[in-house]
Every structure is written in structure tokens, then in C-alpha cells.
């Protein structure tokens, strides 16, 4: 039996395993078949990562970490999670091969998914012209019109970056004012392959075979027209990744997971939370990483108290404030 796993493979998830592997918790992490690497593996340039003051690339960024986890002891596993026991003393993780990890004490770290707009057309092309990653999809549309939805920094960061491919881009945003950070905000504004379409909801994607165009609802008045295109980039946002845990642990209003203050503990003893999945506000890859390292430290606290009580604080784990970081041999 472990003593912890860590469930994800982000910022969170990493930085929560170099912790604990440098505490001698020897932490396995369950790193997901596909999405390993987390969100920050759809990136390009991560700019504001403290460190690389030139910047690094997404997945350079998550190799990295990967790397430093496994330097002291962590094992990654490519593998997902498709069940969870986590009520009792003994936490039971079963894999998609059809194995079942054992452990005292979980991480919860699996991020959050990439919003929907939820309309017709959006789910029948997806692949064949919907995409929710730039990275991975801009290549196929050289010298194509495209679309970018939504008004926050993915949204920019899309836009930008699908310049170097397509003809055109349009950023289709339901309000008038961006959400976006100035910087992003005035990297597409100088753009000249960049035009914004205001207060325009998608409402319908058009095209059998692949995307031919979308329906475009004026969000003022009401009015409709279509707009001709070759694809749509849906950047609206991202949605915590709770669905193997929405009956056993306890979740916000916002849908993410509860956690005890500005601790990692979750609802249920042994098992703790941490990154974009407890993260309704800031979600950055930095906060993701502070995060987890929260999350390792908790862990560390509520492993002591296990093996000094010989079995865990049936009151929920009360192990007060953070670990004394010199525990970690800092
Ligand atoms: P976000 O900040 O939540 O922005 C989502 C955008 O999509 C908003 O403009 C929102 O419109 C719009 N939207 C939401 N639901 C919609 C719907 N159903 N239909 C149409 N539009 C919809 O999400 P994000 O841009 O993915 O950013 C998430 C976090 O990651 C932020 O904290 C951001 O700063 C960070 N991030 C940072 C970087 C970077 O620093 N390089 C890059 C990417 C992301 P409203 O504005 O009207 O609500």
C-alpha cells in the first residue's frame, strides 16, 4: 500500500509530488493515458511562470516538472482513473487497465475541461472543424477563416497564436469589453489578421460534413446572421474536473471542490484537493503549483498524525494550520 497517490498530472498535481517525494512519501501519480501534462500542454508560450523570464513552452514547462517529480522518487502512471473508494482508512483508486491502487492518503488534482458552448452543430463537428485547442488543431486551417470564441485571456491567447496559420480570425464575444488581461487584450487589438465581432452569441454551427459557418445572435437587439467560416475555436472557460468524485466529496456552489479554508482538506479524512479543481477564481499555473504544494505539506501533517494514532481522526483529519515547512527538509 502507498502512502499517497495524486490523482493528475498539472501544475498541481506535479509540484504536490515533488513535495512528497522529497518528504520520502514516495507518491505515485496517476498522470491520465491522454491528457497527461494537464492544460498547460495546449499551451505555447507560458509568459508569466516565474523563472523563465524568456518564457517556456506549455509542455517544456510540464516535462520539466515531470522530471523533478521523478528525481526524487515519484512514479508517474499513464493511466486513468475510472473509480474511486475513499470512504474508509484505506483509499482504493481503480485504473482503466483494470488495476487497483491502494494508499493512505489521496491528491485530488485533476483540473478542470474545457467549456461548451452546448448549441447544436458543437458536439457533430467537433473534430471536423470545432476544436477546443489552438495547439493542437491550428495547423489544419493555413490560410482558412476562422473563429475564436469567448473574451478572456484563452480566448486571446488562441487568437493570437491561430494567426500564424489562418487567413483570418475573427473573436466572436458576447459582451462589448473583454475580460482578458490588458496585455492579451492588446496583442489581438493590434492584430491586423484579428477582428472582433461584439455582443454576438454563437448560436448554431453550420455544415454537414465539416464547418461551413455559424449563427451569430446580436446579444442587444436580438437580431440574427450567419457568418461563413472554416472552423471555430471554443475558448469560453473551464469547467473543474469533479465527475469521479460528485457523491463523495463535497463541492461548491461554483462546482468546485470544497476544501477546509485555506487548507487542502477535503470533505472526507485522507483526501485532499488542490490546483483548478478547488480554484473557482485565479487559476493560474502558478497558484496551481502553490496549490499542491499545500496539498503535499497537508498530506505530510495528516500521515504523522495517522501513524501516531495508528489509525485516522474518525472527526475528519483535525490536523491544524499548515505543515512547518523545515519538516520537509527545506
Ligand atoms: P475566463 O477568464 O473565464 O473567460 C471566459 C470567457 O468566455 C469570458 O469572456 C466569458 O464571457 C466567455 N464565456 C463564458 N461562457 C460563455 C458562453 N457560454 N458563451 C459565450 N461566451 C462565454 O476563461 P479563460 O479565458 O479560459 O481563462 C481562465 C483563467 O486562465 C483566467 O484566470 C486567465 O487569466 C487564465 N489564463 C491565463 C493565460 C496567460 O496568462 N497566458 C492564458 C490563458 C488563460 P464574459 O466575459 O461575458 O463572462
Avoid at 452546448?118 to 473534430?127: A, F, K, P
Avoid at 485516522?312 to 499548515?322: H, V, Y
Amino acid at each position: 500500500m502507498r502512502q499517497v497517490i495524486i490523482i493528475g498530472s498539472g501544475p498541481a498535481g506535479y509540484t504536490a509530488a515533488i513535495y512528497a517525494a522529497r518528504a520520502n512519501l514516495s507518491p505515485l501519480v496517476v498522470a491520465s493515458s491522454v491528457e497527461a501534462g494537464g492544460e498547460l500542454m495546449n499551451t505555447t508560450e507560458v509568459e508569466n511562470f516565474p523563472g523563465f523570464p524568456e518564457a517556456i513552452m506549455g509542455p517544456d514547462l510540464m516535462a520539466k516538472m515531470q522530471e523533478q517529480a521523478e528525481r526524487f522518487g515519484a512514479e508517474v502512471l499513464y493511466d486513468d482513473v475510472v473509480s474511486l473508494d475513499i470512504d474508509g482508512p484505506v483509499k482504493k483508486v481503480t485504473l482503466g487497465s483494470g488495476t487497483t491502487h491502494e494508499a493512505d492518503s489521496l491528491v485530488f488534482a485533476t483540473g478542470s475541461a474545457p467549456r461548451k458552448i452546448g448549441i447544436e452543430g458543437e458536439s457533430r463537428l467537433s473534430g471536423r472543424g470545432v476544436s477546443y485547442c489552438a495547439t493542437c488543431d491550428g495547423f489544419f486551417f493555413r490560410e482558412r477563416v476562422i473563429a475564436v470564441v469567448g473574451g478572456g485571456d484563452s480566448a486571446m491567447e488562441e487568437a493570437t497564436f491561430l494567426t500564424k496559420f489562418a487567413s483570418k480570425v475573427y473573436i466572436i464575444h458576447r459582451r462589448d469589453e473583454l475580460r482578458a488581461s490588458k496585455i492579451m487584450q492588446e496583442r489581438a487589438f493590434k492584430n491586423e489578421k484579428i477582428e472582433f465581432v461584439w455582443n454576438s452569441a454563437v448560436v448554431d454551427i453550420l455544415g454537414d460534413e465539416a464547418v461551413t459557418g455559424v449563427v451569430l445572435e446580436d446579444t442587444v437587439d436580438g437580431t440574427r446572421r450567419e457568418l461563413a467560416l472554416d472552423g471555430v475555436f471554443v475558448a469560453i472557460g473551464n469547467d473543474p474536473r469533479t465527475h469521479l468524485v460528485h457523491d463523495k466529496l463535497q463541492l461548491t456552489p461554483e462546482g468546485t471542490v470544497w476544501v477546509d479554508g485555506r487548507s487542502s482538506r477535503t470533505s472526507v479524512p485522507g483526501v485532499f484537493a488542490a490546483g483548478d479543481v478547488i480554484d473557482p477564481t485565479y487559476r493560474q499555473a502558478v497558484t496551481a503549483a502553490g496549490s499542491g504544494t499545500v496539498a503535499a505539506l497537508d498530506v505530510e501533517h495528516y500521515l504523522a498524525a495517522l501513524g501516531e494514532a495508528g489509525a485516522p481522526d474518525p472527526a475528519g483529519a483535525e490536523i491544524d494550520g499548515l505543515a512547518d515547512a523545515a519538516t520537509l527538509g527545506r
